[in-house]
């Protein structure tokens, strides 16, 4: 579906939004008081008129100080009569937050079982620039849908199609190398993990923008997880369609970009290293030493660290054409959610402007990231005996950093490089984010982008 606001009429009722504890506005009268109405979190209370119809209702948005965020969203999952209604909000209540918490809440992933969302619909809130967050909610609603969409629909060949829809829809240039022809391209780390696969792996190069700084995406696609020959537990691998969820985001910022024009003040490039980590006679082996698109050598000492190997070999070519800012976007390592949970994804930066500008812009438009270090004391756990580089160093610790470490190696080049290490999935029902698929990221780096490519 696509997100979008109701536009204002005369029929639309007020919906006051409240924070517990302050004062109901003046229209409300006893009703609420009646009602106990207290505000909570979600919690609705309609206003009757004089003829028993609506005047309006009240919406709980719980305490001031709670962290909670997108929580207009809760509008669309209480009792909220379907119709049109225009957001008041309260003095605190950022309306650009609001506006897009509304947008989220309309999403539903219908492909298999139920029905679009066609609950109430609501204006945009005052202060909002609604084509902006139009465009956001947008992007955001492409990366839920191709998370989702488990790998039967959405292996490699499906990947790609979503890529050449969504180019045809914002005019931009795509060209995609697949199976054989990525050893004839020198990318032969891509082609080692996705060959044992049915569908053929494959890199995905889209380029939209002729003038301005130049800025390079690169997102893992792995489209399922196996594990390789170091075959995962079926409880790891529950979830392994999320794999191509760093895929999933770029393509959904680059659709933020495209909508927000901000695409065109720059020349973007989006790289996804695609395939299938499969298990048959042609998976590549624990043991095998790779020879890299940079001309390094990797020693596989665990299959199921595979993504790290795609990237490299993308964030090498990539790096070949200097970008100014280069950043890469990857469901990597179990670490990270061991260090800081599904929701606070890391990202890793040696340029302090640029990590401040994120840490910054990812407060301000509550999509939350930490930086960790790329710390230098672990250099040598990625360099075995054997080969340059080593893509699962013995140990376990700092999982989430030895693998930036890794790929910082192959980013050499680019003038600036981020790697954001994302989980892509919401594993409980949140305001705004449903269980299942979400993006992590994008309107961090959408909100950053002035200031960091100034």
Known sequence: MTPDFAPDSADALPLWAVWKGDPLPDQAGPWPAASGFSAKLGEICLLPNASGGLAGAFLGLGDRASAGRHRFALAHATALPAGTWRPALPEGLDPAEAALALLLGQYRFT???????????FTCPEGADAARIR???????LTRDLINTPANDMGPVDLEAAARALADEIGAGISVTTGPDLL???LPMIHAVGRAAEQAP????????????????VGKGVCFDTGGLDIKPFASMALMKKDMGGAATALGLLKMLALTGAAERM???VLLPVAENSV??????PGDVLTSRKGLTVEVNNTDAEGRLILADALALAAEESPDLMISLATLTGAARVALGPDLPPFYCDDDATAEALSRAAMAVRDPLWRLPFWEGYESQIEPPIADLDNAPAGGMAGSVTAALF???FAQGAGRYVHMDIYGWQPVLAPGRPKGGVGQGARAILAALPQVLA
Request: proline content about 4%; overall charge positive; hydrophobic content about 35%.
């Open 184 to 186: 004839d391209a020198n």
């Open 280 to 285: 048959s006679a042609g998976s590549f082996r």
């Open 111 to 121: 492909r298999y079982k139920g029905a679009a969302y066609d609950g109430p619909r």
């Open 202 to 217: 494959r890199l995905i190069d889209i380029r939209l923008g002729d003038s301005g700084p130049r800025l390079t995406l």
């Open 407 to 409: 790929l910082r190696r």
């Open 135 to 141: 465009a956001q909610a947008a992007g955001e609603f």
């Open 267 to 269: 020349q973007i490039r």
